[in-house]
């Protein structure tokens, strides 16, 4: 069960904070608020000043302490937690520190000019070893999972999301497999997924769908089609100078995602 939520909070977060206080009241979970702003070398242009960054710090702090206000409100006490000042690699202990919560919330990427929330994301998703739960820039609405929608494709990463997620599959009032053609699949085919999760008394319906030139934008469009609350699929990455970079369905659905994703790596 998801016990320990973290919601890691930058200047930018809108949506993320309403959704993880209503995602922790609804499955009854503890949550840690972190606020992290990076330094001013973490951003592309190099326009950015100190100054810049001391008042961008002062609005994560406004940010933080109102998501805390909202929390309470709805009789959810939220713990915050600092990192310390003195830390140089802020994205390196915020890697460290999230290892020991159960589920990691954040915002969606929602600018290619915002370097500091892609390493942010990218961190939580490639350096902790826990699952993450991306909320999209346009939720509308606070956590409830009536429909969940698993992307499958047999690869390692959507099995580690598809056990990571069993707690809210279990909650789920519908739960779809959409299931790309690829020959990725091997042995590993949707029917068995079903059989799994009927063993922990989740009924799933199987869609098979041809393969597709974007499977991140097909995923999308089928999730709208069946008015999903919830995606589970696997992370995709490679590294490049030592960096890891999001594969192309995982970039896809990052940028272009309209529902809460649930992704492990």
């Not at 830390?87 to 890697?95: P, W």
């Not at 609350?229 to 490049?240: P, Q």
Request: glycine share 6%; aromatic share 6%; proline share 3%.
């Amino acid at each position: 069960m998801f016990k320990d939520l973290a919601l890691v909070v930058d200047a930018g977060t809108q949506e993320a904070g309403t959704y993880a206080v209503s995602l922790a009241k609804f499955i009854d979970a503890h949550l840690t608020m972190i606020p992290i702003e990076l330094s001013p070398d973490a951003y592309a242009s190099q326009e950015v000043s100190f100054a810049k960054w001391e008042e961008r710090e002062n609005l994560i702090a406004k940010i933080a302490e109102n998501f805390q206000v909202e929390g309470l409100a709805q009789g959810l006490p939220i713990n915050i937690l600092l990192l310390d000042e003195r830390i140089n690699n802020r994205i390196q202990a915020l890697s460290g520190i999230l290892r020991v919560f159960d589920l990691i919330i954040l915002e969606q990427i929602s600018n290619e000019r915002n370097p500091a929330r892609r390493r942010i994301v990218m961190a939580s998703v490639f350096r902790t070893g826990r699952p993450v739960l991306v909320v999209p820039c346009i939720q509308a609405k606070t956590a409830f999972i009536e429909t969940t929608l698993i992307a499958w494709d047999g690869s390692m990463p959507a099995a580690r999301a598809l056990g990571d997620a069993l707690p809210l599959l279990s909650r789920s009032a519908k739960v779809e497999i959409v299931q790309i053609e690829t020959r990725s699949h091997g042995e590993c085919d949707g029917t068995m997924v079903q059989s799994h999760l009927a063993r922990h008394g989740i009924h799933a319906e199987l869609r098979r769908m041809p393969k597709s030139n974007d499977v991140g934008k097909t995923i999308l469009m089928y999730a709208a089609d069946i008015d999903a609350d919830l995606l589970i699929m696997g992370a995709y990455g490679h590294s490049r100078m030592s960096e890891e970079m999001f594969g192309g369905t995982t970039r896809t659905i990052m940028e272009y995602m309209t529902l809460a994703t649930f992704m492990s790596h």
